[in-house]
């Protein structure tokens, strides 16, 4: 799983690296959180087509998704592209797919968040739907929240029942990996992949006029040393987890 990508610099990362990590670690599923590949903000086919070319099977989102016009009606064309599960019904787009043996589920944090449906509840839904009929051998939940308690509590809530609960959207990686008691995988944040010289992927001197002045002001993507924050879970046939470390690397 690959934390937030941001921009050319994190498109160009992904393309870097995964193709590499791929054969280095045989890793048979790479799930990367796609919402701030269209210039920080947002996802557009073109930068959705650019991750997957670079070596990722299926791309998360979270509150940005809508950001870029474009991403209407593709989202609904390609099903590997999720939106989270909790948006109010009627939403484009869906917040599951499977792939072979393996179910991503696409969840949103309410905490310090917009209003969205109940992530919880969401959850229970969707597995109560999946597990109705031929249900995967492995499920990994990308919750985008940014709250650490909220998501520490989701890991907890499904905690046996999912493969893993890894946490996107602050940007920031977090040095909690581990496995609950019931199998389930856990990290409260993956990280970004996004220029190391930055406030969580932008540019400095405009986030600094925003909090000095309180006033709107243009956040862009700078070029330079690119951090690739990502982790690796490793599941056993029985769909629990029995391993999970964190993959970071820089990219000059």
Same mark, same amino acid.
Do not use: M, Q
């Given at each position: 799983m690959i934390g937030d990508v941001i921009g050319k610099p994190g498109r160009k990362a992904v393309q870097a690296l995964v193709p590499g990590l791929r054969r280095e670690y045989e890793i048979d599923l790479v799930i990367a959180n796609g919402e701030n590949t269209a210039g920080g903000f947002g996802i557009?086919?073109?930068t959705a087509q650019e991750l997957m070319y670079g070596g990722v099977d299926v791309i998360t989102s979270g509150n940005?998704?809508?950001k870029q016009k474009e991403v209407l009606p593709y989202i609904d064309e390609e099903p590997a592209l999720?939106?989270? =599960?909790? *948006?109010?019904? /009627?939403?484009p787009g869906s917040g599951y797919y499977r792939l072979g043996d393996t179910g991503v589920l696409n969840l949103m944090g309410r905490v310090f968040m917009s209003p969205m449906d109940c992530p919880f509840r969401t959850a229970d839904k969707v597995l109560e739907q999946v597990r109705a009929s031929d249900p995967p051998k492995v499920l990994i939940v990308d919750f985008h929240a940014e709250a650490t308690s909220?998501?520490?509590a989701m =890991?907890? *809530?499904?905690? /046996?029942?999912?493969?893993?609960?890894?946490?996107?959207?602050?940007?920031?990686?977090?040095a909690d990996p581990r496995i609950l008691p019931s199998g389930t995988a856990f990290v409260t944040d993956v990280g970004m992949v996004g220029p190391s010289n930055s406030v969580i992927g932008s540019d400095v001197a405009p986030v600094l006029e925003g909090f000095l002045t309180q006033m709107p002001r243009r956040f862009t993507v700078p070029q330079g040393p690119v951090t690739f924050n990502s982790v690796l879970v490793e599941v056993?046939?029985?769909?629990?987890?029995t391993d999970i470390q964190r993959v970071d690397r820089t990219v000059h």
């Open positions: 557009t086919p073109d940005h998704i809508w999720l939106r989270p =599960a909790n *948006y109010p019904p /009627g939403t909220e998501k520490g =890991a907890w *809530y499904l905690d /046996g029942r999912v493969s893993a609960v890894l946490g996107t959207h602050t940007h920031v990686p977090t056993g046939e029985n769909g629990k987890a």
